[in-house]
Every structure is written in C-alpha cells, then in structure tokens.
C-alpha cells in the first residue's frame, strides 16, 4: 500500500514540476509577444502569481487521495468548500469595490493552496502512516502507467487553463477581465454540479470494475443522475446568465449575449454528463488507452481557439471547446467503454445522451420563454430578480424531474434505491 502511495505521490510531483516549469518558461516569454500596460516585470509576475499555485498543489494532494480511495472523502470535502465559499465571498466583495485585478489572483491562488495545503493535514491526521516511507519504493507496474495519468491530466490543464492566454494575446488583457468574470460564474456552479457527480465515484467506479455487479445497469442510473442535474443546473444558466451578469456589473462591455450563454450552457451540461463515462473508464484502468485522445483534444481545442477568436471574439474560444468536447472526447471515450467494460454497441449510449440533450434544449427554450414574461419583475430590484430566480430554479428541478421520471425507467429506480437507504438507516436508529 505504502509502495502504491509513493508511486501517486512520485506522479504527482512530476506533472507539478512540468506545470511549474512550462508556467516559468510561458511567462518569461509570453510578455515579448503581447501588448500590455503593465511592464515586464509585471506581466510575468501576473501570469506566475496565476499559474504556480496551480503547479504547487501537485506536492500537497497525495494523502487526499487516500481519504478519497477510502471512501471518507467528506472528511476533507467539509474544509475545501468552506474555502470555496470564502473565496466567493472575497472575490465578490473585491469586484464590489473595484480592487485590481490582481487581488483577483491573489485570492485564487490562497483558495488553491490553502484548500490543498489543509486537507493534506487532515489526511495526514487521518492516517499518520503515510509519513513513513518504506525502504523500497519502486512499483514497476504503478510506473509502467504513471506516464498514461501524466498525459491525461496535462491534457486536461491544457485544455482547461489556457483560455486566458489565447484571449490576452489577441484581444488583450481587458476582455481576459471579461471572459473571466463569465468563467468565473459557470466555473463556480459547474464544479459545485460535478462534485454532486463525482462524489459517489469510489462506490461506483468499484461497482463498474466488478464482474459479478450489473454494471450497465448501474451505469444507467448514474448517467440519468448526472444527466437530471446537467439539465437544471445549465438551463437555468442559459436562462438568468444575461440579467446577473447586467446587475452585477452594469457595464456595457460585460453584457452577454444570448449565443455566449448558449456556448457555456453546452459546455456545462456536457462536462457533467460525460462523468460517469470517465469514473468508468479510469476504474477499469482504460485511461492507459486514452492517453493519445487526451493530447489530441488538447491540441484540437488550443488550434480552434486560436482559430475562431480571430472571427467570433470570445464566442470563438467558448465555442473552440464545445467543438473539442462534442467531437474528439465524445467520439472516442464512450466507445472506448462500452467496447471494453459493457460489450455493446456505443449508438445505445449516443441515443441516450441525444435524447437527454434535446429534451435540455426543449426545457432550456420553454424556460427562457417563462423567463422573458418574468422579466418586467424581475428588473425590479435585487430582491426581485433572487426570488424570480428561485422560483425558476424550482420549477425547472420539478419540471424536469417528473420528465425524467416518465421517461427513464433507470431514473425512477434512484427513487427506490433512496427510499431504501432511508429504510436502512431508520432501521439502524431504531435497533440503537
């Protein structure tokens, strides 16, 4: 175990040092090629202030992997969104009072260090014998793959992390403030709607790896799960996105258009939708096979990006990773799992998602009408618009949960599966 641990811990090493090394080498570089009112200095030192704690975090998160691999995630959950939720606060309150930009960074890079550098201590805690290395370290078959997990999420940090440059370098740094506030809204809620996804991943993943489990089975259940909460959470953003971003800021050039709203609503939605796929292709190890897919995504949508904002502006970077993510990963990933995990033809998985994603599309369409006849009291005040936007919140969860339910048989059979938990732990406070 302790051999298997300092293997992850050796991996995640390595891609901080590779992170921190192409942040140093960018940043030294990347002033040469791009206009700015900062000197040089100060350029570099924004976009290492904005990328190093990203690279930093690689030497914190080893243990936290214990506590997830153990199933008592929650024990490090409860601290990193208590500073998610004090991040927010001190972002909204800088932007409130017009601090510079760089509190923005600062912020961000406290949230990223301190949320990893205290759940490490924790961990630890948790389980003290992770501070005793043992006297061979050497897993041969956990290095054979760690170049296989290196690529996957060296991908994924190019192809999350480097909107902002394409933006900066050829629309300047004023309109990376703009896609960063509109970033900074869908981010916050989409990784709020993916841990939801994701936090049940351990118990599912050994389910989906088990030969006795029927493993379609449960894989239907959790895709309708991801696939409820996709639907409420990027509707209702498609809908309210353009009203919050005008009374937040009240600024001409932060307002958003209908198209933008759309672009980000499809990256939400698919973003959470392909999780339960992901759980279960790295649960049976096939992130070994997806290694070349992953580096080509990154490629993909680092090119479109840079081809596209020279026509379509921020529609340009937005739409370059809906293209990426509806093409190459979602071309490749589900077939990957269902020819390799469930022996079936991948059109079934297809079919479900297309049905999910134009019954979204039919609930997005009706609820933006709904919205248009609210709107009159809505702009009311600030009190006004929150209420509106909970009551269509609400509406769209029942709205969409009764569908869903009529619809998806897999989906009412989460119903049972609750209902039974429930019975279980009623039982157990009553035999105490």
Not at 133 to 139: E, L, S, T
Not at 237 to 256: R, T
Not at 416 to 432: C, D, H, Y
């Given at each position: ?46 976009f290492?202030?904005?990328?190093l ?47 510079p ?5 600062i ?18 805690k ?21 170049p ?17 440059i394409?933006?900066t ?17 869908t ?6 709607t ?7 991943m ?8 088990d ?46 258009s ?13 973003m ?9 292709r790295?649960?049976n ?31 340009g ?9 509806w ?6 990933n ?22 999910r994603?134009?019954?979204a ?15 009159s ?19 769209m ?9 009529l ?8 119903y ?17």
């Open positions: 175990m302790k051999r298997i641990y300092y293997g992850a811990v050796r991996i995640f090493r390595r891609t901080g040092v590779v992170v921190i090394a192409a942040s140093v080498v960018v940043a030294l570089l990347f002033p040469y090629f791009q206009d700015s009112p900062l000197n040089y200095a100060e350029t570099a030192g924004t290492l202030l904005l990328a704690p990203y690279g930093i975090s690689y030497f914190l998160m080893g243990p936290n992997f214990v506590i997830m691999a153990d199933q008592k995630e929650y024990r490090i959950n409860i601290w990193i969104q208590m500073i998610a939720i004090l991040r927010m606060v001190f972002m909204v309150v800088a932007i409130r009072l017009q601090k930009f760089v509190w923005i960074l912020i961000e890079a406290c949230n990223i260090l301190f949320a990893n550098g205290g759940a490490r201590v924790i961990a630890l948790a389980y003290p014998w992770l501070k005793e290395k043992p006297a061979d370290r050497n897993n041969h078959e956990f290095q054979k793959k760690a296989y997990a290196m690529a996957q999420r060296l991908s994924e940090l190019a192809t999350t992390q480097t909107d902002n394409v933006i370098a050829f629309m300047g740094y004023e309109m990376t403030s703009v896609y960063s506030t509109y970033s900074y809204l981010d916050s809620i989409s990784k709020i993916q841990s939801m996804v994701t936090s049940p351990n118990s599912f993943g050994n389910l989906f790896n030969k006795r489990a029927d493993a379609y089975s449960i894989f239907t259940e959790f895709f309708n799960f991801a696939a409820f909460l996709s639907t409420v959470v990027a509707t209702v953003i498609f809908i309210v996105m353009p009203q919050f971003v005008h009374i937040w800021l009240n600024k001409p050039m932060y307002e958003v209908t198209v933008i709203c759309l672009a980000f609503s499809l990256n939400i939605f698919y959470t939708l392909r999780q339960p796929i992901i759980i279960c790295d649960a190890g096939l992130y070994v096979n997806a290694r070349k897919n992953a580096v080509l995504l990154a490629v993909v949508k680092i090119v479109l990006s840079i081809v596209l904002i020279q026509q379509l502006g921020l529609l970077v937005i739409l370059a990773t809906a293209i990426a993510n093409t190459v990963d979602f071309l490749y589900p077939r990957l799992v269902y020819r390799e995990v469930f022996h079936l033809p991948v059109r079934r998985y297809y079919f479900m998602v297309g049905v994603l134009l019954l599309l039919v609930l997005g369409g009706g609820g933006y009408l709904v919205w248009q006849h609210m709107l009291y809505a702009a009311g005040s600030l009190a006004h618009f929150v209420l509106a936007v909970l009551l269509l919140g609400v509406c969860l029942a709205v969409t949960a009764v569908l869903y339910s619809a998806f048989r897999s989906f009412r059979h989460l049972v599966r609750l209902k039974s938990i429930l019975q279980r732990r009623r039982g157990a406070r009553k035999a105490e």
